[in-house]
């Protein structure tokens, strides 16, 4: 079974400094690894995605994420956060041996980037 | 190139009515899935489905829930005799079916069974 934790319910940052955003997986095979944003009242818009390649990944709006096998963890970051980054953000998984095409979310982590 | 396309946003049941959730995939997207998201909570799977298949309903309620996606028109998800616990956030997604590929989701339906 592949599964996601998102250890923080709510980060608080300050404008202009780094935002990260933890997300940790349990995958059996390979693992798919997405973010994805979600503002109130809205659906989810995707940030980035890990497939194979390239541990450091670059995505929409400016952010990151670093991918870790021996951590089995996929870390969400922003070098320098925006007010406007305030949102929930979910981390994803698919496990495309044991899963096929479905996705698994982690409960959510509120980023709250005050002024 | 419209989005993933959901109707209605908002929808209101009284218990033991019926709800039919509609959902109208990306254009050139034949993968449609569909998520329920509980107030505060993740979203959690439910039902993959390819054009009048259904590839994977682990995630479907035994009772009182069923999905299709007939060869024309949208993806509908179907709750009969809603209760107030089926009250949530339902997000459809699509894919073109590559597993590389990520799933683009729509606005969401927000159900509110009274």
């Known amino acids: 079974a592949q599964s996601v934790a998102q250890p923080e319910d709510q980060v608080n940052v300050a404008e202009g400094n780094p935002l990260t955003v933890k997300c940790t997986y349990s995958v059996s095979g390979n693992p798919y690894l997405f973010w994805y944003v979600q503002y109130p009242n809205r659906g989810l818009q995707f940030l980035l995605k890990y497939i194979t390649g390239d541990n450091l990944v670059k995505g929409s709006y400016g952010f990151e994420a670093e991918f870790n096998k021996s951590q089995t963890s996929f870390h969400l970051k922003k070098p320098s956060a925006l007010v406007s980054d305030s949102a929930l953000y979910f981390c994803?998984?698919?496990?495309?041996?044991?899963?096929?095409?479905?996705?698994?979310f982690g409960g959510g982590t509120r980023v709250l980037v005050k002024p | 190139n419209a989005g993933v396309m959901q109707n209605p946003r908002h929808l209101v049941r009284r218990r033991g009515q019926e709800a039919r959730l509609r959902c109208s995939p990306m254009k050139g997207h034949s993968h449609v899935y569909w998520y329920r998201q509980l107030p505060e909570e993740g979203l959690k799977f439910m039902v993959y489905l390819q054009k009048e298949n259904i590839i994977d309903e682990s995630g479907m309620p035994k009772e009182r829930f069923s999905a299709e996606f007939p060869k024309e028109g949208p993806s509908i998800l179907r709750i009969q005799q809603v209760v107030r616990g089926d009250s949530a956030a339902y997000f459809c997604?699509?894919?073109?079916?590559?597993?590389?590929?990520?799933?683009?989701f729509g606005p969401g339906t927000r159900l509110t069974v009274t």
């Open positions: 997604a699509s894919s073109s079916g590559r597993q590389t590929y990520e799933q683009y």
């Open positions: 994803a998984v698919r496990d495309i041996e044991t899963a096929g095409n479905k996705l698994t």
